[in-house]
C-alpha cells in the first residue's frame, strides 16, 4: 500500500467503492486522513464499514469542512452529466480528483525523481503496459505495475528512487489527475471511444494528451492524425513510435524489426515467431515499449530477450487452445471496432464470435476484412444490428448465447485449419458483468470440448 500522506488530519469525501475505491479510501487513512465514503450500492457501503472504512452519505455531508472529493474513475464527472455527487463537489468548490493523483502527489513528497511510466492510448495501452513491466522485471528492475491493468496504484508498493512504477491510465483516470507529470508519458493512438463520457472528439483528445503534456520525455504514436498533431504541439522531448515512418529520434517496426532512428540507427530488436506480438497492432505496441526500454537504460539484448519470454495478456489475442490445424483465440478485450481490426488483420480462416452492447458505429469499418472470415457467430444484444452489417457479405449464424458460439464454431472447425476467434467488438455488459468474465468462460469452454490441448499464456 502507498499509504497518502498529502491530506493528513484533513477530511476527504471520496465515491465509488469497488476494488480501486477501497484501496484508495484505506490509503487514505494510512496516511491520517479522515475518510467519508459513499457509493449507489448499499452493499459496497456495507463492506466499506467491514473493511474499517469511514462511511456518510455525502448527501448529508457538510462540504465546507471538505478538502477534496476523490471519485472513482468509473463515474461520470462532465457526461452525460455530473453525478451528484461531483455536482455537489463542484457546487462547494471542492477539488476533484482520483487514485492516480494523490499517487502523482504522494510520489512528488517523497520520491520525486522515482521513474514513473504512464502509458495510455485507445488501444494497446495493457499490452504496452504489461510488456514494459515484463522487460524491466527480465532485466532485474523493482517494478510496479497497476493502475488501469491489475491492481489499484495505491495497493502498489511506495514510490522509491530504485523503484520504476508502469501505470496504465484511461481517460477516465487522466481526466481526474490534474498533476500528471511522468518520467515517460506514452501515448499509443486516439480514436474515437467514450464519446458518451467525454461529450465530443475534441474533448476525449485534450485528456489524452494531458498524459504525455507535463512528461519529462514523451513516446507518441505517429500513426494516427489526432497523435500526429499532439505530437507536433509537444514542447518537449518526443520519441516517436510508428508503422511508417518516424522523425528521429523514433523506432520503427518494419515488419517484425524495430528499428531506432537517431544519429546512431541499429536494429533493436525481431518479433518474428513472437506469438504473443502478433500483429501490426503488436508491432506498434512493442515499438513503444522498445523506445522506453531504450529510454530507461536497457541494452539491445535486455529488451530481445524480453520480448521473446513475453507470456502476452489475457483476453488480447490470447491463444487458449488447438486441435488439430484449428486455434482458438480469446480477444475478448476487443471491446470496439478498432480493437476487433487488429485481431482480424492477423489470422485468415476465421470462425468469428462477435456481439455483445454494440459502440457506436458497430462493424461498418471491419468490411475490408470480411474476406477473411469463414462464418461468424452473432451473440448479445448487438446480433441484429450485427446481422443486417453482414448480410450478403458474410454467413452468420444468430449464436445468441457464447455457450452456443463456441460449441457452433468448434463444430464447423473441425480440426481443419481455422481460428475460431473471439472478438466481440463490444462492450460484455448485456451478457457479463466484464470482459475478463466473459473471456474466461471463452477459455474454460475451448479447454472442456473433445480433443482439445490447452496452451498456456498469459491466462
Known sequence: MIPVTTFKDRTVALFGLGGSGVATALALQAGGARVLAWDDNADRVKEAVEH?????????????????????????????????????????????IGDIELFCRERARIA???PFVAIT????????????????????WDVQMGGNIGTAILSLEPPAPSRVHVIECSSFQVDLAPSLAPSIGVLLNVSPDHLDRHGTMENYVAIKERLIARAALAVIGADDEHSRDIARRRAGPVVQVSLEAVTPPGMLARGTLLEWFDSDRRITADLDRIGSLRGRHNAQNAAAAAAVALALGLSDEAIQSGMRSF?????????????????????????????????????????????????????????????????????????????????????????????????????????????????????????????????????????????????????
Open 112 to 114: 520525486p525523481d522515482s
Open 52 to 96: 474499517g472504512i469511514g462511511t456518510g452519505d455525502l448527501r448529508e455531508i457538510d462540504w465546507t469542512g471538505i478538502a477534496a472529493l476523490v471519485l472513482s474513475p468509473g463515474v461520470p464527472l462532465t457526461h452525460p452529466e455530473p453525478h451528484w455527487a461531483a455536482r455537489l463537489a463542484q457546487g462547494a468548490g471542492v477539488e476533484i
Open 121 to 140: 492510448g485507445t488501444n494497446g495501452k495493457s499490452t504496452t503496459t504489461a510488456l514494459v513491466t515484463h522487460l524491466l522485471r527480465e532485466a532485474g
Open 311 to 459: 507470456p502476452g495478456l489475457p483476453h488480447r489475442m490470447e491463444e487458449v487452445g488447438r486441435r488439430g490445424a484449428t486455434l482458438f483465440i480469446n480477444d475478448s478485450k476487443a471491446t470496439n471496432a478498432d480493437s476487433t481490426e487488429k485481431a482480424l488483420a492477423s489470422f485468415d480462416h476465421i470462425l468469428w464470435i462477435l456481439g455483445g452492447k454494440a459502440k457506436e458505429g458497430g462493424i461498418t469499418s471491419l468490411r475490408p476484412y470480411f474476406d477473411k472470415i469463414r462464418q461468424a457467430y452473432l451473440i448479445g444484444a448487438a446480433t441484429e444490428e450485427f446481422a443486417a452489417t453482414l448480410e450478403g457479405s458474410v454467413p452468420f449464424t444468430r449464436a445468441g448465447t457464447l455457450d452456443r458460439a463456441v460449441e457452433l464454431a468448434s463444430r464447423d472447425a473441425g480440426s481443419g485449419e481455422a481460428v475460431v476467434l473471439l472478438s466481440p467488438a463490444c462492450a460484455s455488459y448485456d451478457q457479463f458483468p466484464n470482459f475478463e468474465v466473459r473471456g474466461n468462460r471463452f477459455r474454460d469452454l475451448v479447454r472442456a470440448l473433445p480433443g482439445i490441448d490447452a496452451i498456456q499464456g498469459g491466462s
